[in-house]
C-alpha cells in the first residue's frame, strides 16, 4: 500500500524559513516522480516542485524558484522542501504526491496518482 505523510508546516513570518518533511512506504521510492504541491483557499492545485521518474531532474514553479528546494534521501524514501524568503502568498496547504505511472508532464496534478494528507504552511506578513 502507498502511503505518503507530510509534515513540518506551522506559522511563520513574512521572509522566514520552513522544511516540509514528506515520509513515504509502499514503492521504490527513486522509480517514480514524486513532488510537492499546494493549494490556497479558493484557488487550485498548484505544482510547486518535483523529480521526474526518468532521470531524476527537477522542476520548480516560476513562484518559487530561487526560494524553495526539493531533496531527496532515497534511504529514508523521503522527501523534502526547503522553503526560504517564505511571502504571505505562500500560504496554502502543502501535499506530496508520487506518480506510479509514468507521465512526461510530471509537474502537472494530473499526473499523480498517490497523495499525503497535507500539511498547513501560514506566512504572515
Known amino acids: 500500500e502507498v502511503q505518503l505523510q507530510a509534515s513540518g508546516g506551522g506559522l511563520v513570518q513574512s521572509g522566514g524559513s520552513l522544511r516540509l518533511s514528506c515520509v513515504t512506504s509502499?514503492?521504490?521510492?527513486?522509480?517514480?516522480?514524486v513532488g510537492w504541491f499546494r493549494q490556497a483557499p479558493g484557488r487550485q492545485h498548484e505544482g510547486i516542485s518535483c523529480i521526474s521518474s526518468a532521470d531524476r531532474s527537477t522542476y520548480y514553479a516560476d513562484s518559487v524558484k530561487g526560494r524553495f528546494t526539493i531533496s531527496s534521501d532515497n534511504a529514508k524514501n523521503s522527501l523534502y522542501l526547503q522553503m526560504d524568503s517564505l511571502k504571505p502568498e505562500d500560504t496554502a496547504v502543502y501535499y506530496c504526491?508520487?506518480?506510479?505511472?509514468?507521465?512526461?508532464?510530471?509537474?502537472?496534478?494530473?499526473?499523480?496518482?498517490?497523495w499525503g494528507q497535507g500539511t498547513l504552511v501560514t506566512v504572515s506578513s
Open positions: 509502499g514503492f521504490t521510492f527513486d522509480e517514480y516522480a
Open positions: 504526491a508520487v506518480a506510479t505511472s509514468y507521465s512526461s508532464t510530471y509537474y502537472l496534478h494530473s499526473a499523480y496518482q498517490y
